[in-house]
């Protein structure tokens, strides 16, 4: 079935360091692509997202392409801020599903910012 | 609006005892979600609803799990009896009428602990 793999954590920054946390899915058809995230002791939050092929979603600095050819949502941020230390789980909604566009995420990197 | 509410936020019980977690979803919102996180499966998915009756229930982990909703504005999500491997923090999500999946409001998760 439909999977997201994403880049095991913990992931530990300096401040203003250049942050990638690498995703690639599996789908049947064509789904649209998420990045959430999960501030400490809060629920997850859309951080930004892509419908298809060759989209860039882009939020607070982040910025994500999905590569259909390497199955690919990599999350990117050129300098992150001690702000940025939370949990982002990159997720897929595949409108051919059981439920018609259920999400599936995957694991979550745990991202910690040092100042 | 103060958003999807969970209670217990925390809650710490021994093995073979019930658990009885609660979700107020947003007013107005027509559909809700409980999901499972763990470490070693992330974020799943266990049950949803519409429009209070239950949608699909195929990621509820086994008969000790059960989920309602008596009305709109109320869901429990019961484990009778506890067993360790439950230990985990639990989601509620809702999304407004006609709204998708991916802008699911989350709560701040009730984090559960058996021993």
Known sequence: GDSVTQMEGPVTLSEEAFLTINCTY??????SLFWYVQYPGEGLQLLL??????????????EATYRKETTSFHLEKGSVQVSDSAVYFCALSDPEGRNNNDMRFGAGTRLTVKP | DAGVIQSPRHEVTEMGQEVTLRCKPISGHNSLFWYRQ?????????????NN??????????????????????????????????SAVYFCASIPTGG??????????TRLLVL
Do not use: H
């Open chain 1, 49 to 62: 997202k892509a419908t298809k092929a060759d989209d860039k979603g882009s939020n607070k600095g982040f």
């Open chain 2, 53 to 86: 009756v239950p949608i699909d229930d195929s990621g509820m982990p086994e008969d000790r799990f059960s989920a309602k909703m008596p009305n709109a504005s109320f869901s429990t999500l019961k484990i009778q009896p506890s067993e360790p491997r439950d």
């Open chain 2, 100 to 109: 998708s999946w991916e802008t699911q409001y989350f709560g701040p998760g």
């Open chain 1, 26 to 31: 599996t789908a049947t058809g064509y789904p």
């Open chain 2, 38 to 50: 763990t470490m070693m499966r992330g974020l799943e998915l266990l049950i949803y609803f519409n």
